[in-house]
Each structure stands twice: as structure tokens, then as C-alpha cells.
């Protein structure tokens, strides 16, 4: 059973527009939910990461947008540059992110000119 | 600052081949993990160590082994390799004793199974 469940597979944005990526989850007990970039060749980095006491965290043009009710949460990314074109992981973890995150499968995102 | 290294870089094996995959961090984390990404899968826990001393098995532990050497090294280990493990393996740090620290990556060890 998937515990986060990621969406689009893969999103093709022009230059300047917004990008957004949905995550959605299962165990309530999940309480720390970052965000990770990754480019070809490299290790994911994290990239921004909200706890569930607040419903929005922004940082530059990246902000998470947080659901507890219905379990969701999504990463935009404003004025969207071809330098964002990376592949872009949600995750989760529990006990304040003193356990292993779990991901999910990924979205390739693609700035196009 | 090196933050997490991973050793080797590519590795092609042939199926029954034993490998070790080392990892190291200089950042004095307490807690390292082995990850395996594969196209469309997202990255899947496969073994971690919450501190020197302690290992766990993840999402995804058959075929693998793991040996956290001391607080800054933590390796796994194919015994025998097959095709199915041809990924992308991925290694990773933090301090979980700290709350909402994040995990470090090293880039990777592309391993082929032929």
C-alpha cells in the first residue's frame, strides 16, 4: 500500500507560469512533510518541508500548501524557470521527522521557454 | 565539505556477483539510511540505522545486507546479485535526534546487473 501518493507523473510548464504538484496521504500519524529536488545525476536536496499545525509555508517561490482535513498537500512553484526543470519528491514522516520519510513516486517537472 | 560520499560512482556486476556499497558522512549524524530509486518508483527505503549500533529494515531489505561500521560509515551489501536489483542506490544521513532535520543524499551509486 502506497503511504504517499504523488500527482502529476510528469508536468511540462512555460517559463514565468505556476507549477503545482499534489501529495496525499494515509496515516494521520504522519507530522513532518518536506519536499525534495533532484537533478539528473545528483541526490535529492531538500527543498522546503511544513508541519501539519500550519496550512502554508513559503519560501521565495516555492510555498506548501497544507490540508490536514483532507489529507493533502502540494508544492507551488511561482514564476516557474527553466532552472526548476528537476524531478520534485513529496514525502512524510512521523514523530516530528524522527523516523525514515517515506516518498512518493515523483513528478518530472519541465520549464519550457 | 563533503556531506555524504558514496562509493563507487557505477558498478556493472554479472548475476551471483557479491558487491559492497559504501557510504560515509562527515557531518556527524547519527542516523544513515540506504535507499534504491528505480524509474517511476520513487525512492524506497531499503535498510537505515537510527544510531551506530542499530540497523532496521525498510520497505523494500530482500536480497540486502547492511553494516554500520562506526557512526560515519554504513555499507550494504549484495550477496548475490540479480537483474532485478539493477537501480540506483542512494544513501543518506541526519540527525534524528534534533526534530525536523532533514536527510542528506549522497549523488548515487548506478549499479547494472547483467
Known amino acids: 500500500q502506497q503511504q504517499v501518493k504523488q500527482s502529476p507523473q510528469s508536468l511540462i510548464v512555460q517559463k514565468g507560469g505556476i507549477s503545482i504538484i499534489n501529495c496525499a496521504y494515509e496515516?494521520?500519524?504522519?507530522?513532518?512533510f518536506p519536499w525534495y529536488q533532484q537533478f539528473p545525476g545528483k541526490g535529492p536536496a531538500l527543498l522546503i518541508a511544513i508541519r501539519p499545525d500550519v496550512s502554508e509555508k513559503k519560501e521565495g517561490r516555492f510555498t506548501i500548501s497544507f490540508n490536514k482535513s483532507a489529507k493533502q498537500f502540494s508544492l507551488h512553484i511561482m514564476d516557474s524557470q527553466p532552472g526548476d526543470s528537476a524531478t520534485y519528491f513529496c514525502a512524510a514522516s512521523m514523530g516530528w521527522g524522527n523516523t525514515p520519510l517515506v516518498f512518493g513516486k515523483g513528478t518530472r517537472l519541465s520549464v519550457i521557454a | 565539505n563533503a556531506g555524504v560520499t558514496q562509493t563507487p560512482k557505477f558498478q556493472v556486476l554479472k548475476t551471483g556477483q557479491s558487491m559492497t556499497l559504501q557510504c560515509a558522512q562527515d557531518m556527524n549524524h547519527n542516523s544513515m539510511y540506504w535507499y534504491r530509486q528505480d524509474p517511476g518508483m520513487g525512492l524506497r527505503l531499503i535498510y537505515y540505522?537510527?544510531?551506530?549500533?542499530?540497523?532496521d529494515k525498510g520497505e523494500v531489505p530482500n536480497g540486502y545486507n547492511v553494516s554500520r561500521l562506526n557512526k560515519r560509515e554504513f555499507s550494504l551489501r549484495l550477496e548475490s546479485a540479480a537483474p532485478s536489483q539493477t537501480s540506483v542506490y542512494f544513501c543518506?544521513?541526519?540527525?534524528?535526534?534534533?526534530?525536523?532535520?532533514?536527510?542528506?543524499f549522497g549523488d548515487g551509486t548506478r549499479l547494472s546487473i547483467l
Open positions: 496515516n494521520t500519524a504522519f507530522d513532518y
Open positions: 543518506a544521513s541526519s540527525d534524528l535526534r534534533v526534530g525536523n532535520q532533514p536527510q542528506h
Open positions: 540505522s537510527a544510531s551506530e549500533g542499530t540497523t
